[in-house]
């Protein structure tokens, strides 16, 4: 798995016009060329929108980076799993993860939000050989994307 955790973010619309921001992963060939590596997970947090954007609040922006720092300090060295996107608008955080098992998957998440309270996450996993969900941010966002990729700051005004 590559180390240099490389990431772009871009605004997006959701099906019902908010706005979405997206963070997505862009150092994922080696994890995903194993075939094995096919299961899409998405843990979702919902969160009271705030405004007219519907952005979290303060202590909810804070709790959730809390979060994503456990889960990334848990993948740390480990192939357990892979953070490939994060959506937040709209009254949710979804994080959104391939990895090879469910069992182990599940696990991980266990170990990652010990040290948290309980917490109203919603989960949902299905197969994804193709990688669709990932292909589909990465259009979403192609400008950003690419942008990033070619080591420009494509997430400076956001």
Not at 72 to 84: P, Q, Y
Not at 98 to 104: G, K, L, Q
Request: hydrophobic fraction near 40%.
């Amino acid at each position: 798995m590559s180390s240099k955790n490389e990431w772009f973010t871009c605004p997006a619309s959701s099906e019902d016009g908010r706005t979405i921001i997206v963070t997505g992963r862009l150092d994922v060939e080696s994890y995903r060329a194993r075939e094995r590596n096919n299961i899409r997970v998405e843990v979702t947090l919902p969160y009271e929108a705030e405004g007219e954007f519907g952005f979290p609040s303060e202590a909810d922006a804070e709790l959730m980076e809390k979060i994503t720092d456990a889960f990334n300090a848990a993948l740390k060295g480990k192939n357990t799993a892979l953070l490939t996107g994060i959506y937040t608008g709209g009254g949710e955080r979804n994080w959104v993860f391939y990895t090879f098992s469910t069992e182990s998957f599940g696990g991980f998440l266990n170990r990652a939000l010990a040290a948290f309270p309980q917490l109203p996450l919603k989960i949902y996993a299905e197969n994804d050989h193709e990688w669709a969900e990932y292909d589909e941010m990465r259009a979403i966002c192609a400008t950003a994307a690419d942008a990033a990729a070619m080591g420009d700051d494509a997430d400076e005004d956001f």
